[in-house]
C-alpha cells in the first residue's frame, strides 16, 4: 500500500481466494510486485470473487513518521485479514534498528501474523511463506 494512494492487490495465482495487498515501502515490495513476472501472482481485477482473506504484506523500513498512515492503512482493510512483515526492516527495522525515526518491528504498529525473513526475500520465497500462513489458519 503506497502511503496516501490506494493499495496494490494482488491474488496468488494458485489459490485467488487469496488477496495480497503491498505496502510499497521499500525494496521487498518490488520483490513481491514481481512475483507477477514469475505467474505466482496477478493484478486483482473485476471478475475475481471476494476474497476468502486479505494478506497485508508490510515490506520496508517503516519511520515513525510513516506509523500513522500504515495504522490507518491496516483499519481499512476489511476482516478476514493479517499481516506479514515481509524482510528485516519490516520484522525489526533491519540495519537501520537503532535509527531513532525507524519503528523496530511491525508488530509495535499492528498485530503481525506471519514473518518472512530476507533482505529481501525472492518473490517465490514471499508467496510461499503467504500460502503456508494461510493454510495453517
Not at 512475483?35 to 501472482?41: D, K, R, V
Not at 504484506?57 to 493479517?82: N, R
Request: net charge negative.
Amino acid at each position: 500500500m503506497l502511503i496516501g494512494t490506494a493499495p496494490i492487490a494482488y491474488r496468488v495465482a494458485t489459490d485467488p481466494g487469496i488477496r495480497i495487498l503491498v505496502s510499497d515501502l521499500a525494496c521487498c515490495a518490488l520483490e513481491a510486485g514481481s512475483a507477477t513476472t514469475q505467474n505466482l501472482l496477478e493484478p486483482e481485477n473485476p471478475g475475481h470473487d471476494e476474497p476468502r482473506i486479505t494478506v497485508v504484506l508490510i515490506s520496508g523500513t517503516v519511520t515513525h513518521l510513516l506509523a500513522p498512515a500504515v495504522e490507518q492503512q491496516w483499519s481499512k482493510v476489511p476482516d478476514p485479514k493479517i499481516a506479514v512483515a515481509v524482510g528485516a526492516c519490516a520484522s525489526s527495522g533491519g540495519p537501520y534498528w537503532d535509527a531513532t525515526t525507524v519503528v523496530n518491528g511491525i508488530t509495535d504498529l499492528i498485530p503481525a501474523s506471519g514473518f518472512i525473513a530476507g533482505c529481501p526475500p525472492r518473490p517465490d520465497v514471499i508467496v510461499d511463506g503467504v500460502c503456508s500462513l494461510v493454510g495453517s489458519l
